[in-house]
T-cell receptor, first 114, second 113 residues
Framework: DGGITQSPKYLFRKEGQNVTLSCEQN?????MYWYRQDPGQGLRLIYY???????QKGDIAEGYSVSREKKESFPLTVTSAQKNPTAFYLC?????????????FGPGTRLTVL | GENVEQHPSTLSVQEGDSAVIKCTYS??????FPWYKQELGKRPQLIID?????GEKKDQRIAVTLNKTAKHFSLHITETQPEDSAVYFC????????????FGAGTRLAVHP
C-alpha cells in the first residue's frame, strides 16, 4: 500500500467551498475507490471506478464528484452540496480482476469544515 | 440491502489472552471476506482474508473462520500483545459489484499489559 498516495494530509474548508482531494497509485491497478470514515464508524463507499473513464456511485455519493481520466489518478471533489463533509477520506485501489480483489488503502486525508 | 454486522464494538483483554471478533453478512452470494486493522490516524491494512470455499485460515497468531450456512465469520487473535491494540474491520463482497466491499462498523480492541 506504499504505492498509493493521498494529498493533502489535512485540509480545511470554509462553508460553501468546493475542495478536491488527490489520490494517485503506481500499482498498475485498474480499480480505485473513495471511502468516507466518521469517528466510531466503518468505511462507507462514496464512488468507485473499475476502469479509466468510467465510475459508479457508491452508497453516499450525494455532494461528491469524481473523475478518472488516467489509470493512476482518481481525484474526489467535495462540493458545497455536501452538508456535513468533515470526515477522514480514504482512497483505495485493487487489481479489479474479480473476486477475491484485495483493496489497498492510501494514508487518508482529514477534511475539516470551518 | 447488503449489510455486515460486527460485534463487539469494543473489546478489552489482558496481554496473552485471546480475542474473538464476529461478523454476520446478509448476502448469501458473498464469497470474499477480508479483515483490516487500523491504528489510530492510520490507513486500514489487510491482515488476513478468506474465500468462501475455505472454512478456516491461519497466519501465525491470527485465524479466520467462516460458516457459510450461518453467514458469519470470525477473527481470532491468540496470545494478544499491546501492539494488537487497534480498530479491526471485517468486510464482505456483495452480489452486485463483485469487487466492492461492505464493511462492518469496526471493533476497538484494547490489550492491557
Amino acid at each position: 500500500d506504499g504505492g498509493i498516495t493521498q494529498s493533502p494530509k489535512y485540509l480545511f474548508r470554509k462553508e460553501g467551498q468546493n475542495v478536491t482531494l488527490s489520490c494517485e497509485q503506481n500499482l498498475n491497478h485498474d480499480a480505485m475507490y473513495w471511502y468516507r470514515q466518521d469517528p466510531g464508524q466503518g468505511l462507507r463507499l462514496i464512488y468507485y471506478s473499475q476502469i479509466v473513464n468510467d465510475f459508479q456511485k457508491g452508497d453516499i455519493a450525494e455532494g461528491y464528484s469524481v473523475s478518472r481520466e488516467k489509470k493512476e489518478s482518481f481525484p474526489l471533489t467535495v462540493t458545497s452540496a455536501q452538508k456535513n463533509p468533515t470526515a477522514f477520506y480514504l482512497c483505495a485501489s485493487s487489481m479489479g480482476q474479480g473476486p477475491p480483489d484485495t483493496q489497498y488503502f492510501g494514508p487518508g486525508t482529514r477534511l475539516t469544515v470551518l | 440491502g447488503e449489510n455486515v454486522e460486527q460485534h463487539p464494538s469494543t473489546l478489552s483483554v489482558q496481554e496473552g489472552d485471546s480475542a474473538v471478533i464476529k461478523c454476520t453478512y446478509s448476502d448469501s452470494a458473498s464469497n470474499y471476506f477480508p479483515w483490516y486493522k487500523q491504528e489510530l490516524g492510520k490507513r486500514p491494512q489487510l491482515i488476513i482474508d478468506i474465500r468462501s470455499n475455505v472454512g478456516e485460515k491461519k497466519d501465525q497468531r491470527i485465524a479466520v473462520t467462516l460458516n457459510k450456512t450461518a453467514k458469519h465469520f470470525s477473527l481470532h487473535i491468540t496470545e494478544t500483545q499491546p501492539e494488537d491494540s487497534a480498530v479491526y474491520f471485517c468486510a464482505a463482497t456483495p452480489l452486485r459489484g463483485y469487487n466492492k466491499l461492505i464493511f462492518g462498523a469496526g471493533t476497538r480492541l484494547a490489550v492491557h499489559p
